[in-house]
């Protein structure tokens, strides 16, 4: 176990760290007239839901039985992560803008609504290509010319679906995947017009009873993606999920649920971001990929929910679950996360590396500030034999917040020749944030070969005098210093959002040092 | 041009520059030699702005206007450029988005417009063939694993491309092959000009065969203890500090 721990002195971060309010861009709200369901959540709260959403009865039954075993189950508190306890009868479940909760056409979808996804940078005409906040087409191209080999960053499609606190508002180039075969709807869609595959698949990496806030989640939770790419299939485009949680006191859950089948390939990517409020919001979300033999998901988010004022008031707290099951051989999957936002971050994306030569890849990005904590990280189960893992962790910490990496990397008696790899880097920007790293490991195979790096740093006095001597102010010097720190992670991002995740990276440490 | 009037410099507790004064004029080249420890590197942070090295009295007047006290990367917008005894490795980040960053930063801070990468690729490449550093090197992060003397070479592109007003070398020479010590030289040389200044820190003469000082000061115990004409570098090299270190 390598742990390392700072804090002492006294915090000039804080007392520079000027209205880091104006800092948030998304934390605008859109004045939408929204239907819901009275506060609390018991039954008829799960049974609401699942009529609103038209469901068939075996899901309403499973939603119930997820509900009654989560009354039965206690808040997890092994995490470092310290926060008043929620009252889970003072938030909504539900929340769908008045005007309905499905839109034929894209012209159907309130213009406040439309406007708020332009105002993030996600245009949801399909004419249009997203290419992120505004001077990113240029900065793409510069990205090009100083990286000759990653060519055509432009001018490539991606596939948007949007949702809109409970509902899917938009879900774009339906047409066009689906003359590939690729099946990208929202989750709702998805049980009406492929309700087998749904619940074939659905609960099968994440159980009704894994962990309270996925059970929590197969309760109630709303709405979501689906997507199935059939055998052999190469989706045609990047998909690409846009979550907004708007409605006051309501809880987000969204489920997303993916399959690959043999040989088929997907790159799918979900950025989030909330209005600012002064009462925190929940967000316990639940991600189940399935790669069959041969197949290949590379998965990506970028993660700015609301992250709380300065003082830390406010914000996400965000509890999600993520799973990824190799059942194939040779199957193949990758997280790469770029976590900035939200209050509380508890997230572990993991890779079940069941079939023979599978492979998982975690790399993450996680900045916190102010008072912002995160503890995140990856779990890397290996039960097939040749299965490969590699784990690359950022964690930068600033003001007065608090970053954990926490992994796990396990072994199978059967399986052999087991390879990992990780890399667990923390920066520390100013003395009162902290930093820490807990790697677990399992290895019941000798032949497993683990490999464990670890690197605790401060943002090095020397560097950032030698980017100011050349002319870049104090917050373009440190965005530039974290950005080259986590480039490793940035380059596993589609083209298109790394640009993004860079602007984002400098935006969450804006007032970090003074 | 630069003009440092009794400046006095605190470092970790000890008084380093007890009142330096020192003028370089616009147009020509002063050089800086002195002992080991006697704070020439110190002159270079106190003058380009680094933390830890704010002056505790006197003045540096850059063309006219006190720079003490102005933020290091306004200084750099207004022309001053330092070539760092020991350049920073920058992991991560390309050399060329460095420079560039770098660059449209000063040029923004001075309401210019910004080099477009285009041009820039240009201009990066016509100053790294002057300098000795080929393509790949310009590709690679900014000076991670490069040698020393790469280092300097590093240091002497951007002089090239930034073309600063007044411009302070510590010991760029050292570590420097033949080659490279006459590079430096054909950069400096190039950019003499009537509206700007050099001020060369260096330990040998080497390097003054090839940018003719037009004056030569030496820096001990915190002050200027003597200046002369070019000769004083030879002199100073046959006999030494000894005399200085005990006026000092
Ligand atoms: N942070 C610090 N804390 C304490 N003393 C310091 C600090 N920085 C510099 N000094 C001291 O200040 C003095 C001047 O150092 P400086 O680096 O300016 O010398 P220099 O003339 O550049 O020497 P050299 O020729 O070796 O490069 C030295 O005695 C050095 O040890
Ligand atoms: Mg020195």
Redesign the pocket.
Known sequence: MVEATYKEGIDKATVAATASLETYKYGFTTDVQSAKPPKGLNEDTVRYISAKKEEPDWLLEWRLVAFRRWLTMEEPTWAMVDYPQIDYQDAYYYSEPASGAKYESIDDVPPEILADFEKLGIPLREAEVLLGVEGAAASAAEARMGEASNADGGGRKVAVDAVFDSVSVATTFKNELAKAGVIFLSFSEAVREHPDLVRKYLGTVVPTSDNFFATLNSAVFSDGTFVYVPEGVKCPMELSTYFRINEANTGQFERTLIIVAPGAYVSYLEGCTAPMRDENQLHAAVVELIIEDDAEIKYSTVQNWYPGDKDGKGGIYNFVTKRADCRGVNAKVSWTQVETGSAITWKYPSCILRGDNSQGEFYSIAITNNHQQADTGTKMIHLGKNTRSRIISKGISAGKSNSTYRGLVSVHRKADNVRNFTQCDSLLIGNECGAHTIPYVEAKNPSAILEHEATTSRLSEDQLFYCRQRGLSEEDAVALLVNGFCKDVLQKLPMEFAVEAQKLVSVSLEGSVG | MLKIENLHTT??G?E?LKGLSLDVPAGEVHAIM?P???????LSYTVAGRD?YAASEGAVMLEGTNILGLAPDVRAAKGLFLSF?HPMEIPGVQTMTFIRTALNAQRRARGEAEVSAADFIRLIREKAKLVGLDDAKLKRPFNVGFSGGEKKRMEMLQLAIFEPRFAIMD?TDSGLDIDALKMVGDVVNALRGPERGFLIIT?YQRLLHYIKPDRVHVLAGGRIVKSGAAGLAAELEKSGYEQFIEAA
Not at chain 2, 36 to 42: A, E, L, Q, R, V
């Open positions: 470092v970790g000890h380093i002195g080991n420890g006697s704070g020439k590197s110190t830890g005894q010991e330990h």
